[in-house]
């Protein structure tokens, strides 16, 4: 079931791990467009365990939440008004994951449940529009040069298998009607605005994001490593369209690799170069990290993402482009 046919005339959304990139550029997307799926936006609820940033003006009545999702009952209580649309993109990055095992379960994988399950609990013909942020660390090695729709999901980290578990909660509580899913297995996204996180894959944002505002940046890797890219536009696209998408054609396999850019590191820093000169590439410095690209070598590094295309989702086509968008977006006066 759509959300259109949840709420004819308004449509209500909650955002949870709003606080984050995505979940802040989401926002201020839907608040900017005032509707959703041809629906004006009546409320917004932005949930997450620090507040939310502020976002513009809009006539939709925005509201925020402080709220972990790993406590007892919280998930129920952001439910209040039934939204027709939820926007999952809580999560424990990957290096964090992976350094602090509980921590990784507790909010991946258990924050998921309880929320798949207040949703059931919440009473009978409520059955929202669930997007979940999904990964592409759901495939482990070996792995072919391009990665097939139909290719075997067999995680190398925990990160990878705690998305990987959400991924088949999501399809069996939307096979017995609970909601109506949908996965997005996104790229890593690069270039990422503000501070570098915990994520094992940071540096492929870091190396772009700290030379063009003139700091020096780490590559901890080969600039021979391979991997799958999208900017944060391209992933608030797929969140949008994903949230208000046929899901009819989905059938019972409910999470999809979105498209993406397979480049090189080399690649990257050349787009680099393009885009801001030799100065900006010069600030990259090379510091070898055997940790990290013992976890690189385990990526994917291509897709055919044949069937999102299909759906129409839609990424960037060359790197150039990914820098761009970062400026336009990030460093625009």
Not at 16 to 22: D, E, P, Q
Request: proline share 7%.
């Amino acid at each position: 079931m759509g959300p259109g046919l949840l709420s004819l005339l308004t449509m209500r959304i909650l955002i949870i791990g709003a606080a984050g990139m995505l979940g802040r550029k989401l926002g201020e997307r839907l608040l900017r467009d005032g509707s959703l799926g041809g629906e004006a936006i009546s409320w917004l609820r932005l949930a997450d365990v620090v507040p939310a940033p502020s976002l513009p003006a809009s006539k939709a009545q925005k509201q925020i939440a402080v709220a972990d999702m790993t406590q007892p009952g919280v998930a129920g209580r952001l439910l209040a008004g039934r939204p027709d649309v939820i926007i999952d993109l809580a999560a424990v990055v990957s290096g964090e994951a992976e350094s602090d095992f509980e921590k990784g379960y507790r909010v991946n994988l258990d924050a998921t449940r309880q929320l798949l399950e207040a949703i059931r609990l919440a009473g009978p013909g409520y059955a929202p529009r669930l997007v979940f942020s999904s990964s592409i660390a759901i495939f482990g090695p070996p792995v072919p040069d391009v990665i097939a729709d139909d290719h075997l999901s067999a995680p190398a980290t925990s990160y990878g298998t705690q998305k990987a578990i959400a991924e088949l909660l999501l399809a069996d509580y939307t096979r017995r009607g609970f909601i109506d899913g949908v996965g997005l297995r996104l790229p890593t996204i690069c270039v990422r605005p503000g501070a570098p996180n915990l994520a094992a894959s940071g540096f492929f944002s870091n190396i772009i994001r700290e030379p063009l505002h003139g700091r020096p940046a780490v590559l901890p890797v080969s600039t021979e490593v391979r991997h799958w890219f999208a900017s944060p536009r391209a992933a608030v696209g797929f969140l949008v369209h994903a949230a208000t998408m046929d899901t009819a054609a989905l059938g019972l396999r409910r999470s999809l690799t979105m498209p993406g850019l397979s480049a090189t590191v080399g690649e990257e820093i050349e787009a680099l170069r393009r885009v801001a000169g030799d100065d900006a590439v010069a600030l990259i410095r090379d510091q070898p990290d055997p940790t990290i690209a013992r976890m690189v070598d385990g990526w994917p590094r291509a897709f055919d993402a044949r069937r999102a295309t299909a759906l129409g989702f839609v990424a960037e086509r060359d790197f150039d482009e990914i820098v761009r968008v970062y400026v336009e977006d990030e460093m625009a006066t």
